[in-house]
Nanobody
Framework: QVQLVESGGGSVQAGGSLRLSCAAS????????MAWFRQAPGKEREGVAL???????TYADSVKGRFTISKDNAKNTLYLQMNSLKPEDTNMYYCAARFPCESWVGFRTTEYNYWGQGTQVTVSS
């Protein structure tokens, strides 16, 4: 059974930082595309950042220069370092994975076959 478990969410003031973690089990992170998505109430889930099995990264324009996605293959854990947080970053954040990783994988939710339960991030102004 493949499982993804997020942690590290919470409340922070604008300009602050948070570091999200996603612990994976049942497979190795090095063999997958992994990504962070976020979703606000009443809105569609949107891609934030993704990392390929080789470590190449892609970011949504809204978070470029502020967020950094990384993974520790030895620990089978995905991370999202979020700096300079803004109120509009307030969302439920989800860890996602796809196996096998393909070159065409992007930010479409249907491209991912494993999802975490989500962790709430709230940024106050």
């Amino acid at each position: 059974q493949v499982q993804l478990v997020e942690s590290g969410g919470g409340s922070v003031q604008a300009g602050g930082s948070l570091r999200l973690s996603c612990a994976a089990s049942g497979y190795t992170a090095s063999s997958n595309c992994m990504a962070w998505f976020r979703q606000a109430p009443g809105k569609e889930r949107e891609g934030v950042a993704l990392i390929s099995r080789r470590g190449s990264t892609t970011y949504a324009d809204s978070v470029k220069g502020r967020f950094t996605i990384s993974k520790d293959n030895a620990k089978n854990t995905l991370y999202l370092q979020m700096n300079s947080l803004k109120p509009e970053d307030t969302n439920m954040y989800y860890c996602a994975a796809r196996f096998p990783c393909e070159s065409w994988v992007g930010f479409r939710t249907t491209e991912y076959n494993y999802w975490g339960q989500g962790t709430q991030v709230t940024v106050s102004s």
